[in-house]
Protein backbone atom coordinates (compact mmCIF):
# COMPACT_ATOMS: atom_id res chain seq x y z
CA UNK A 1 0.00 0.00 0.00
CA UNK A 2 0.79 3.73 -0.84
CA UNK A 3 0.25 6.78 0.80
CA UNK A 4 -1.95 9.09 -1.15
CA UNK A 5 -3.19 12.56 -0.83
CA UNK A 6 -7.21 12.89 0.79
CA UNK A 7 -8.65 13.59 -2.77
CA UNK A 8 -6.87 10.60 -4.28
CA UNK A 9 -6.73 8.16 -1.70
CA UNK A 10 -10.59 8.83 -1.90
CA UNK A 11 -11.77 9.52 -5.31
CA UNK A 12 -15.37 10.13 -7.02
CA UNK A 13 -15.28 6.38 -8.30
CA UNK A 14 -14.07 4.77 -5.09
CA UNK A 15 -16.99 6.71 -3.41
CA UNK A 16 -19.73 5.94 -5.69
CA UNK A 17 -18.40 2.31 -5.20
CA UNK A 18 -18.25 2.54 -1.69
CA UNK A 19 -22.40 4.25 -1.62
CA UNK A 20 -23.75 2.08 -4.79
CA UNK A 21 -22.42 -1.06 -2.16
CA UNK A 22 -23.98 0.41 0.73
CA UNK A 23 -27.25 1.04 -0.70
CA UNK A 24 -27.59 -2.27 -1.84
CA UNK A 25 -27.23 -3.77 1.51
CA UNK A 26 -29.78 -0.87 2.90
CA UNK A 27 -32.16 -2.47 0.49
CA UNK A 28 -31.72 -5.94 0.98
CA UNK A 29 -29.86 -7.29 4.58
CA UNK A 30 -31.76 -6.78 7.49
CA UNK A 31 -28.57 -7.21 9.72
CA UNK A 32 -27.16 -3.59 8.35
CA UNK A 33 -30.63 -2.01 8.52
CA UNK A 34 -30.55 -3.08 12.41
CA UNK A 35 -27.34 -1.18 12.24
CA UNK A 36 -28.32 1.71 10.60
CA UNK A 37 -31.69 2.06 12.77
CA UNK A 38 -29.67 1.80 15.65
CA UNK A 39 -27.16 4.55 13.91
CA UNK A 40 -30.13 6.95 13.74
CA UNK A 41 -31.55 6.65 16.75
CA UNK A 42 -28.55 7.41 18.92
CA UNK A 43 -27.74 10.53 16.02
CA UNK A 44 -30.90 12.27 15.50
CA UNK A 45 -33.24 10.47 18.18
CA UNK A 46 -36.07 8.36 17.39
CA UNK A 47 -37.87 11.46 16.35
CA UNK A 48 -35.35 13.48 14.79
CA UNK A 49 -33.62 16.49 16.74
CA UNK A 50 -35.67 18.41 18.72
CA UNK A 51 -35.32 21.77 20.09
CA UNK A 52 -36.68 23.07 23.35
CA UNK A 53 -36.92 26.88 24.20
CA UNK A 54 -34.95 27.27 27.53
CA UNK A 55 -34.84 30.73 28.68
CA UNK A 56 -35.80 32.74 31.70
CA UNK A 57 -38.68 34.31 30.39
CA UNK A 58 -41.61 31.74 30.18
CA UNK A 59 -44.10 33.55 28.52
CA UNK A 60 -41.20 33.68 25.25
CA UNK A 61 -40.44 30.49 25.68
CA UNK A 62 -44.38 29.21 24.83
CA UNK A 63 -44.13 31.70 21.86
CA UNK A 64 -41.46 30.21 20.03
CA UNK A 65 -42.00 26.86 21.03
CA UNK A 66 -45.24 27.21 19.19
CA UNK A 67 -43.60 29.08 16.35
CA UNK A 68 -40.77 26.76 15.98
CA UNK A 69 -43.26 23.76 15.78
CA UNK A 70 -44.80 25.72 13.12
CA UNK A 71 -42.32 26.29 10.87
CA UNK A 72 -40.91 22.68 11.47
CA UNK A 73 -43.92 21.35 10.02
CA UNK A 74 -43.73 23.24 6.65
CA UNK A 75 -39.33 23.43 6.74
CA UNK A 76 -38.67 21.35 4.08
CA UNK A 77 -38.91 21.61 0.49
CA UNK A 78 -39.95 18.34 -0.27
CA UNK A 79 -42.95 18.72 2.16
CA UNK A 80 -40.85 16.37 4.97
CA UNK A 81 -41.02 17.94 8.43
CA UNK A 82 -37.85 18.63 10.76
CA UNK A 83 -37.73 15.78 12.70
CA UNK A 84 -38.18 13.62 9.35
CA UNK A 85 -35.07 16.11 7.71
CA UNK A 86 -32.74 15.41 10.28
CA UNK A 87 -33.53 11.52 10.68
CA UNK A 88 -33.28 10.93 6.91
CA UNK A 89 -29.92 12.91 7.14
CA UNK A 90 -28.72 10.90 9.68
CA UNK A 91 -29.31 7.63 7.63
CA UNK A 92 -27.59 9.15 4.75
CA UNK A 93 -24.74 10.27 6.72
CA UNK A 94 -23.99 6.12 7.44
CA UNK A 95 -25.02 5.20 4.21
CA UNK A 96 -23.53 7.63 1.66
CA UNK A 97 -21.15 9.31 4.05
CA UNK A 98 -22.70 12.21 4.45
CA UNK A 99 -25.98 14.68 3.79
CA UNK A 100 -25.70 17.94 2.77
CA UNK A 101 -28.58 20.29 3.74
CA UNK A 102 -29.45 23.81 1.23
CA UNK A 103 -30.52 26.66 3.28
CA UNK A 104 -32.80 28.32 0.52
CA UNK A 105 -36.39 30.05 1.13
CA UNK A 106 -40.19 30.11 -0.25
CA UNK A 107 -42.89 32.49 -0.31
CA UNK A 108 -45.61 31.53 2.29
CA UNK A 109 -49.11 31.93 2.10
CA UNK A 110 -49.16 35.30 2.72
CA UNK A 111 -46.11 35.46 0.14
CA UNK A 112 -43.43 36.62 2.47
CA UNK A 113 -40.18 35.14 1.68
CA UNK A 114 -39.44 31.96 4.56
CA UNK A 115 -36.60 30.04 5.01
CA UNK A 116 -36.84 26.53 3.81
CA UNK A 117 -34.22 23.65 4.04
CA UNK A 118 -33.45 20.87 1.23
CA UNK A 119 -31.86 17.38 1.52
CA UNK A 120 -29.42 16.88 -1.55
CA UNK A 121 -27.81 13.29 -1.62
CA UNK A 122 -24.20 13.34 -1.66
CA UNK A 123 -23.90 11.16 -4.67
CA UNK A 124 -25.19 14.15 -6.33
CA UNK A 125 -22.11 16.47 -5.79
CA UNK A 126 -20.14 15.88 -8.82
CA UNK A 127 -17.90 17.31 -11.36
CA UNK A 128 -19.69 18.25 -14.98
CA UNK A 129 -18.18 16.01 -17.64
CA UNK A 130 -17.57 19.50 -19.11
CA UNK A 131 -15.42 20.69 -16.50
CA UNK A 132 -13.02 17.65 -16.68
CA UNK A 133 -9.90 19.05 -16.98
CA UNK A 134 -10.31 21.41 -13.88
CA UNK A 135 -10.60 18.39 -11.72
CA UNK A 136 -7.37 17.56 -9.44
CA UNK A 137 -6.73 21.83 -10.01
CA UNK A 138 -9.87 24.20 -8.83
CA UNK A 139 -12.49 21.39 -8.37
CA UNK A 140 -12.31 18.13 -6.44
CA UNK A 141 -15.31 15.46 -6.91
CA UNK A 142 -17.77 18.37 -7.69
CA UNK A 143 -16.92 21.10 -5.26
CA UNK A 144 -14.65 24.29 -6.12
CA UNK A 145 -12.46 25.24 -4.33
CA UNK A 146 -9.99 28.71 -3.68
CA UNK A 147 -6.31 28.88 -3.69
CA UNK A 148 -6.02 27.95 -0.22
CA UNK A 149 -7.75 24.51 -0.68
CA UNK A 150 -11.21 26.17 1.23
CA UNK A 151 -14.47 25.08 -0.54
CA UNK A 152 -16.50 28.03 -2.80
CA UNK A 153 -19.29 26.02 -4.48
CA UNK A 154 -20.55 23.03 -5.13
CA UNK A 155 -21.81 21.36 -8.74
CA UNK A 156 -25.75 19.50 -8.26
CA UNK A 157 -26.43 16.87 -10.57
CA UNK A 158 -30.27 17.34 -11.52
CA UNK A 159 -32.42 14.49 -12.57
CA UNK A 160 -32.01 13.96 -16.27
CA UNK A 161 -28.77 14.34 -18.55
CA UNK A 162 -25.94 16.04 -17.70
CA UNK A 163 -27.81 18.88 -16.17
CA UNK A 164 -26.15 20.95 -13.15
CA UNK A 165 -26.49 23.51 -10.38
CA UNK A 166 -24.19 25.81 -8.89
CA UNK A 167 -25.19 26.10 -4.90
CA UNK A 168 -22.52 28.83 -3.15
CA UNK A 169 -20.60 26.76 0.61
CA UNK A 170 -22.96 29.76 2.44
CA UNK A 171 -25.89 28.06 2.03
CA UNK A 172 -24.86 24.67 2.46
CA UNK A 173 -24.59 22.91 5.80
CA UNK A 174 -22.32 19.49 5.41
CA UNK A 175 -23.13 16.86 7.78
CA UNK A 176 -20.02 14.57 7.72
CA UNK A 177 -17.06 13.35 9.55
CA UNK A 178 -13.37 14.41 7.78
CA UNK A 179 -11.19 11.78 8.19
CA UNK A 180 -8.19 13.69 7.06
CA UNK A 181 -7.14 17.00 6.77
CA UNK A 182 -8.26 18.43 2.78
CA UNK A 183 -10.78 15.36 2.57
CA UNK A 184 -13.75 17.08 0.57
CA UNK A 185 -16.45 14.12 1.20
CA UNK A 186 -17.27 11.94 4.08
CA UNK A 187 -16.75 7.87 4.12
CA UNK A 188 -20.19 5.91 4.43
CA UNK A 189 -19.91 4.78 7.89
CA UNK A 190 -20.47 1.30 7.97
CA UNK A 191 -17.46 1.43 5.60
CA UNK A 192 -14.89 -0.45 8.01
CA UNK A 193 -17.52 -3.55 8.05
CA UNK A 194 -18.44 -3.31 4.55
CA UNK A 195 -16.76 -6.52 3.67
CA UNK A 196 -17.59 -8.46 6.45
CA UNK A 197 -21.55 -7.65 5.70
CA UNK A 198 -21.36 -8.45 2.36
CA UNK A 199 -19.22 -11.83 3.25
CA UNK A 200 -22.23 -12.82 5.77
CA UNK A 201 -25.17 -12.11 2.88
CA UNK A 202 -23.57 -13.80 0.55
CA UNK A 203 -23.06 -17.20 3.07
CA UNK A 204 -26.42 -16.64 4.23
CA UNK A 205 -27.32 -16.66 0.44
CA UNK A 206 -25.09 -20.28 0.00
CA UNK A 207 -26.85 -21.78 3.38
CA UNK A 208 -30.49 -20.89 2.02
CA UNK A 209 -29.29 -22.81 -1.76
CA UNK A 210 -28.22 -25.47 0.07
CA UNK A 211 -31.59 -25.86 2.08
CA UNK A 212 -33.56 -25.53 -0.66
CA UNK A 213 -31.21 -28.11 -2.58
CA UNK A 214 -32.03 -30.14 0.14
CA UNK A 215 -35.39 -30.12 0.06
CA UNK A 216 -36.09 -30.00 -3.48
CA UNK A 217 -33.92 -33.15 -4.09
CA UNK A 218 -34.50 -36.82 -3.21
CA UNK A 219 -31.10 -38.36 -2.13
CA UNK A 220 -30.91 -42.64 -3.01
CA UNK A 221 -28.35 -44.41 -1.30
CA UNK A 222 -28.12 -48.10 -3.67
CA UNK A 223 -25.99 -50.61 -2.88
CA UNK A 224 -24.73 -53.32 -5.75
CA UNK A 225 -28.11 -55.02 -5.71
CA UNK A 226 -29.89 -51.74 -5.75
CA UNK A 227 -31.54 -49.06 -3.19
CA UNK A 228 -30.37 -49.57 0.16
CA UNK A 229 -33.86 -51.22 2.55
CA UNK A 230 -35.28 -48.63 4.98
CA UNK A 231 -34.59 -50.67 7.97
CA UNK A 232 -31.07 -50.26 7.41
CA UNK A 233 -30.70 -46.42 6.87
CA UNK A 234 -32.81 -46.30 10.15
CA UNK A 235 -30.33 -48.64 11.89
CA UNK A 236 -27.70 -48.15 14.28
CA UNK A 237 -23.99 -48.24 13.04
CA UNK A 238 -22.96 -51.71 12.53
CA UNK A 239 -21.04 -53.66 11.37
CA UNK A 240 -21.49 -54.59 7.39
CA UNK A 241 -19.43 -57.75 5.79
CA UNK A 242 -18.77 -58.08 2.42
CA UNK A 243 -16.69 -59.63 -0.33
CA UNK A 244 -14.22 -57.61 -2.06
CA UNK A 245 -13.08 -57.91 -5.96
CA UNK A 246 -10.80 -60.03 -5.21
CA UNK A 247 -12.79 -62.67 -3.49
CA UNK A 248 -12.28 -61.66 0.19
CA UNK A 249 -14.21 -61.40 2.83
CA UNK A 250 -13.91 -58.13 4.63
CA UNK A 251 -15.95 -55.87 7.64
CA UNK A 252 -16.88 -52.37 7.48
CA UNK A 253 -19.32 -50.12 9.25
CA UNK A 254 -22.42 -48.50 7.42
CA UNK A 255 -20.84 -45.53 6.94
CA UNK A 256 -17.46 -46.53 5.06
CA UNK A 257 -19.47 -49.56 3.38
CA UNK A 258 -21.63 -47.43 1.74
CA UNK A 259 -19.14 -44.22 0.85
CA UNK A 260 -17.22 -47.14 -1.13
CA UNK A 261 -20.70 -48.52 -2.94
Known amino acids: SIIMEPHED??????????????????????FNK???????YT???????CTPSSYDKLWNEKRKKSWADWCSRCDLSGLDFGQLTSLAARRWFVDGGAWIHKTSERNAQKLEEPRLQLIEAWRIKTPNALSDAEGNSIFDGIVVDSMGRKKSIFVKQSGDEKYITIKIDSIVQIWEPHRPGMMHGV??????LNTLIDLRNLKHLEMMS??????TSKVIKTENGEIPTQLLRA??????SIDSLGNSTDADQITYYRKV
Open 10 to 31: FDAMTRFDLTAKCQTLERNDPT
Open 35 to 41: LLDVWEQ
Open 44 to 50: SGANGLQ
Open 188 to 193: PVATPV
Open 211 to 216: AKDAAE
Open 236 to 241: ARSSVS
